[in-house]
């Protein structure tokens, strides 16, 4: 049989469950706004950067195995972002979707490596930034 550490459990379902979290105002003013990315896409991109961040981070046993992790998941931020911008007659829009994706991913590998306070400051940089930096852009 396997032992079942209850403790590593929690801890992990607590760190997946602040990145769900910090994830939630971007996600949830996206979703108002009617952009492509919204509740749904902001949590599950910041809970699975965290949890990939979280297995490099419990399985692998060197930093230089974990930076491969993290390059990786930057690699495939920036994919997902260039999936949401859109060019259409000279029009190029989705810009600052995909950077607000990208900067959701770092909010779940900021928590996998308990840096709340990191993972804080994105999402609260992110939603201001794509809240009133628009009304500043546009007034």
């Known amino acids: 049989m396997f032992d079942i550490d209850w403790q590593v459990i929690l801890t992990t379902l607590a760190q997946m469950g602040i990145a769900y979290a910090l994830a939630l105002p971007v996600a949830w003013d996206r979703e108002h706004e009617a952009r ?3 509740l749904r896409t902001f949590p599950l991109v910041s809970v ?7 297995v490099g981070v419990q399985v692998l046993d060197s930093t230089d195995a974990e930076s491969r992790v993290l390059y990786g998941i930057i690699t495939g931020m920036g994919f997902l972002g260039g999936g949401a911008i859109l060019k259409s007659k000279g029009s190029v829009t989705g810009t600052a979707t995909a950077a607000s994706l990208w900067m959701t991913g770092a909010i779940g590998v900021a928590v996998a490596f308990h840096r709340y306070e990191i993972a804080l400051v994105l999402a609260l940089l992110n939603f201001l930034t794509l809240r009133y930096v628009t009304e500043l852009k546009d007034g």
């Not at 699975?48 to 979280?54: K, S, V």
């Open 36 to 38: 492509s990315a919204g």
């Open 48 to 54: 699975a950067a965290c949890g990939y961040m979280l």
